[in-house]
């Protein structure tokens, strides 16, 4: 499977645990992306990486949240003393960055918290 | 923050009619894109339009841009079961992020 490959598709924690998430792009795509989307809302920018470099943070992203990308090729995600309010889907999406081209998406990791 | 909207927010028709959905987007844009989602999945990439087209084909699907009233609009003709799904548009302009809509949810009755 070359698609973008996230892991795990499904994490139950209990509020104030650590998770992380992963995320495999497609091998040769320089551009990474994550999102977060809650249920009947669309795909909520988060954060992304062109290579190893981390470029552009979204406001959402509060302190709890960090993501990696250290040698351009996975990504990691990482949520500290989660709260229920971090329940959602988090999506991975990469791309080879010119204008004018598609993202391809992983099938995402459905986080709740309890 | 949401870029912009779609509408409307559900559809439901019969298979073989045509299904459009639209959307509107605030700010400029270099191109806009259309995404599928199926339950609980990820987005799968339908077409992309830039911003100095008017009007793009795929299969059965057609998309429209009009850059002046800040829409979009996407056609599917002869609608399938299988098109069930949430639609969105996405926006990329000086951002270099794919901006998304908050979805039509789709329902094609058999």
């Known amino acids: 499977d070359t698609g973008v490959s996230q892991d795990p598709r499904h994490k139950i924690t209990k509020r104030g645990q650590n998770v992380t998430f992963r995320c495999d792009p497609i091998?040769?795509?320089?551009?990474l992306y994550w999102y977060r989307q809650t249920l009947g809302q669309g795909p909520e920018f988060l954060t992304y990486?062109?290579?190893?470099?981390?470029?552009?943070k979204s406001r959402l992203l509060s302190d709890r949240f960090s993501a990696e990308r250290p040698k351009g090729s996975f990504s990691t995600l990482e949520i500290q003393r989660t709260e229920q309010g971090d329940s959602a889907m988090y999506l991975c999406?990469?791309?080879?960055?010119?204008?004018?081209?598609?993202?391809?998406f992983g099938q995402g990791t459905r986080l709740t918290v309890v | 923050s949401q870029q912009g909207e779609e509408d409307p927010q559900a559809l439901s028709i019969q298979e073989g009619e045509n299904a459009t959905m639209n959307c509107s987007y605030k700010?400029?844009?270099?191109?806009l894109q259309w995404y599928r989602q199926n339950s609980g999945r990820g987005l799968v990439h339908l077409i992309l339009?830039?911003?100095?087209?008017r009007e793009k084909h795929s299969g059965r699907l057609r998309v429209t841009l009009d850059t002046s009233k800040k829409s979009s609009s996407l056609l599917i003709t002869a609608s399938r079961a299988a098109d069930t799904a949430s639609y969105f548009c996405?926006?990329?302009?000086?951002?270099?992020?794919?901006?998304f809509g908050s979805g039509t949810q789709l329902t094609v009755l058999p």
């Open positions: 999406a990469s791309t080879i960055w010119t204008e004018g081209t598609e993202a391809f």
């Open positions: 091998s040769e795509h320089n551009r």
């Open positions: 990486f062109q290579n190893e470099a981390q470029l552009e």
């Open positions: 700010t400029s844009i270099n191109n």
């Open positions: 339009i830039r911003s100095n087209e």
């Open positions: 996405a926006t990329s302009g000086s951002a270099r992020q794919l901006t």
